[in-house]
């Protein structure tokens, strides 16, 4: 499929804005993609990202990488301004993005992560007593 060829493509703020519309944050993006938040905000800074990394952020995200590579915010608002019941708009956001999913996976991946950096400290305490 291709993608319809648009004035200024900056893939790093097109994925910022649907994070931002999505009310997905730098730091919970950080912690899906196992990257710092620092990491995540260099990438919204990019005008280019490589598809594999493209791709892992469309699913982390809830879209496809056609969407980052052709979202087109005034587009996105109107979408949202045309939609008059609130229930309609609600139904349309959760078709994209289930947030209790979203939050299920990430809260296990912050415990993985937890758990290894208390396996460290663990090793570099057992290390330490045994340097005495």
């Known amino acids: 499929m291709s993608v319809p060829n648009v004035k200024h493509r900056h893939l790093g703020q097109n994925i910022k804005r649907i994070c931002d519309l999505k009310g997905i944050k730098q730091d919970t993006l950080a912690i899906a993609l196992d990257i710092s938040q620092q990491a995540v905000s260099k990438i919204e800074q990019s005008e280019n990202i490589d598809d594999d990394k493209l791709q892992k952020i469309a699913e982390i995200i809830g879209v496809t990488p ?5 979202f087109n915010e005034d587009a996105a608002i109107n979408n949202f301004n045309n939609f008059h019941d609130n229930s309609t708009v609600t139904t349309f956001i959760n078709a994209q993005f289930n947030p209790v999913e979203k939050i299920i996976e990430l809260y296990e991946r912050l415990l993985e992560v937890e758990r290894k950096r208390n396996d460290l400290l ?6 330490a007593e045994k340097a005495k």
């Not at 056609?66 to 052709?70: E, F």
């Not at 663990?122 to 290390?127: C, F, P, S």
């Open 66 to 70: 056609d969407a980052i590579k052709s």
């Open 122 to 127: 663990d090793e570099k305490l057992r290390n």
